[in-house]
């Protein structure tokens, strides 16, 4: 097909050459010039002619004259991309006096200077030189002041300055001159400060942009929305927010756990429940079931018996016993409570669950035995030996192993439970 297009364009330059050679023949014009007493005469394609060749000997001359600047030029741009090379090189390998010795060479060619100085500045920064970064930053161009902005805010963040990074970034983003990574950042600073309204109006722009990953921007938006329902003042501004996630958000557990949290705080003891409960449903997560038990003493009888309908799903979840044991303590069934609580503990130790059987041991009077499980919560966070701790009352050993139960297959085969 190329060929016949190339064939059919050859036939109609030459048939249009034909056309304006018999056109000229007819009559090929005349051209008279005349200066200082020296008349030149021609004919108009002569001229024509002339002209296109004084045309390109004038851009060859041109050309020649432009060789060696240009060869010069060249030569400065290769240095320059050989120094930012071995600049970011040496950085990427630590070596970050060697990375600003290349890059400060390499910030002398205009084409380079801003990516040149933002990593000069931050590996001034990785040697412990605050000064020397900010002034590299300070000379950065307007071309690259988002840049500059976003690292020296990064800077702050990490140094531990929320306050002035808030300071630095929040104008910038009324004005709209941030960069992605700056309203990152002004999330960031914002979580740290408590500030969260502010952190919630950075993560518009950051999902519009999809910068971050689909994993990275909703653990992002977990942890400012779990900060925006954990921080309502009331019970309208807390179902305001919660009302204002999206379906997916209000889906993940971590959200679910902060909102029931908040509304159990605030008196809304059903709405928690309601919540945990939908969320179950659809998805066990033993994070539910561990803030289930710690709604306070409201409704703990209802509660009570949904966590108990809860263990044919979850019969080895030691979150769900903690939390059994947490509900028996508030209905002071005491000897079920240690059960529960000495077989989580048993399948998986951890400090709640010791916290909860100081409770129990308190309620049933034994403070010897609730300082010792309290002093095993203790030692247990910090990830140190427990001691043992006596029966209140002589019983058998109490069977901890993990209850077996059938698990089949997406075809509904029956096969060994996983370990």
């Known amino acids: 097909m190329r060929l016949w297009r190339t064939v059919l364009v050859f036939l109609v330059v030459a048939f249009v050459a034909a056309l304006a050679w018999h056109w000229l023949a007819a009559d090929p014009g005349y051209v008279q010039v005349r200066l200082r007493g020296t008349t030149v005469e021609s004919s108009l394609v002569v001229a024509i002619a002339l002209l296109l060749l004084a045309w390109v000997g004038i851009m060859l001359a041109w050309s020649l004259l432009r060789w060696p600047f240009r060869a010069w030029g060249r030569s400065v741009k290769r240095r320059g991309r050989e120094r930012l090379a071995a600049g970011l090189t040496a950085f990427a390998e630590g070596d970050y006096a060697q990375a600003e010795r290349d890059l400060a060479r390499a910030a002398q060619n205009a084409a380079f200077r801003t990516p040149a100085l933002l990593v000069s500045a931050r590996a001034a920064y990785e040697r412990g030189a605050p000064e020397r970064a900010s002034q590299a930053l300070d000379e950065v161009g307007p071309g690259g002041a988002r840049a500059a902005d976003a690292t020296r805010a990064r800077f702050l963040v990490e140094s531990g300055r929320h306050a002035d990074a808030l300071a630095l970034l929040k104008p910038k983003a009324a004005t709209?001159?941030?960069?992605?990574?700056?309203?990152?950042?002004?999330?960031?600073?914002?979580?740290?400060?408590?500030?969260?309204?502010?952190?919630?109006?950075?993560?518009?722009?950051?999902?519009?942009?999809?910068?971050?990953?689909?994993?990275?921007?909703?653990?992002?938006?977990?942890?400012?929305?779990?900060?925006?329902?954990?921080?309502?003042?009331?019970?309208?501004?807390?179902?305001?927010?919660?009302?204002?996630?999206?379906?997916?958000?209000?889906?993940?557990?971590?959200?679910?756990?902060?909102?029931?949290?908040?509304?159990?705080?605030?008196?809304?003891?059903?709405?928690?429940?309601?919540?945990?409960e939908s969320a179950q449903r659809r998805e066990w997560s033993d994070l539910l079931a561990t803030v289930y038990g710690e709604l306070g003493a409201a409704e703990a009888g209802a509660r009570l018996r949904q966590a108990e309908a809860w263990l044919s799903l979850a019969p080895n979840s030691a979150p769900l016993l903690t939390a059994l044991g947490r509900l028996y303590v508030l209905q002071g069934h005491y000897g079920k409570a240690e059960e529960s609580l000495e077989r989580a503990l048993a399948l998986v130790p951890s400090a709640a669950a010791w916290e909860a059987l100081g409770d129990c041991r308190k309620a049933e009077n034994d403070l010897a035995g609730a300082n010792t499980a309290y002093a095993n919560a203790l030692r247990c966070a910090r990830g140190e030996a427990t001691v043992a701790l006596t029966p209140l009352l002589a019983r058998g050993p109490l069977d901890t192993r993990p209850i077996a139960f059938e698990e089949r297959s997406e075809h509904g085969v029956p096969r060994l439970p996983a370990a």
């Open 176 to 276: 709209g001159e941030l960069s992605l990574r700056g309203w990152r950042l002004l999330a960031e600073a914002a979580l740290a400060q408590g500030e969260v309204q502010t952190a919630l109006d950075a993560l518009p722009a950051l999902a519009r942009s999809q910068s971050l990953t689909a994993d990275t921007q909703a653990a992002l938006e977990t942890r400012v929305l779990a900060a925006a329902l954990a921080a309502a003042p009331d019970a309208a501004r807390l179902n305001a927010t919660w009302s204002g996630a999206t379906r997916a958000q209000r889906k993940r557990a971590e959200l679910v756990a902060a909102f029931a949290r908040r509304a159990a705080a605030l008196g809304q003891v059903l709405a928690a429940m309601d919540e945990i």
